[in-house]
Nanobody, 115 residues
Framework: HVQLVESGGGSVQAGGSLKLSCTYSGYTSFIDCMGWFRQAPGKGPEGVAAIDSDGASIYLDSMKGRFIISRDNAKNTVYLQMDSLKSEDTALYYC??????????WGQGTQVTVS
């Protein structure tokens, strides 16, 4: 199994920045792709960004230019740098690991509130 723990969430004013971290542990040698997702109140979950072990990344269009995903394979940690935050970015942010053709492992989430 794989355990994921997110951190770095909090409250920030519009235009501000936050950097989320996700540390993964357990049987992680097969983990290639890691991703960030979010779920806002009253809405369904949506993908934010993903990155593979070589550093190739993809983003939801609305995040491009504002969010940057990165990872430190030596530290088993994935990051999400979020700049120019907007109120609509308020959500519970989750980290996930891709395995067996699906997002198989999830963290508990970290709350981001933008006012």
């Amino acid at each position: 199994h794989v355990q994921l723990v997110e951190s770095g969430g909090g409250s920030v004013q519009a235009g501000g920045s936050l950097k989320l971290s996700c540390t993964y542990s357990g049987y992680t040698s097969f983990i290639d792709c890691m991703g960030w997702f979010r779920q806002a109140p009253g809405k369904g979950p949506e993908g934010v960004a993903a990155i593979d072990s070589d550093g190739a990344s993809i983003y939801l269009d609305s995040m491009k230019g504002r969010f940057i995903i990165s990872r430190d394979n030596a530290k088993n940690t994935v990051y999400l740098q979020m700049d120019s935050l907007k109120s609509e970015d308020t959500a519970l942010y989750y980290c996930a690991a891709y395995d067996d053709a699906r997002w198989a492992y999830w963290g508990q989430g970290t709350q981001v509130t933008v006012s």
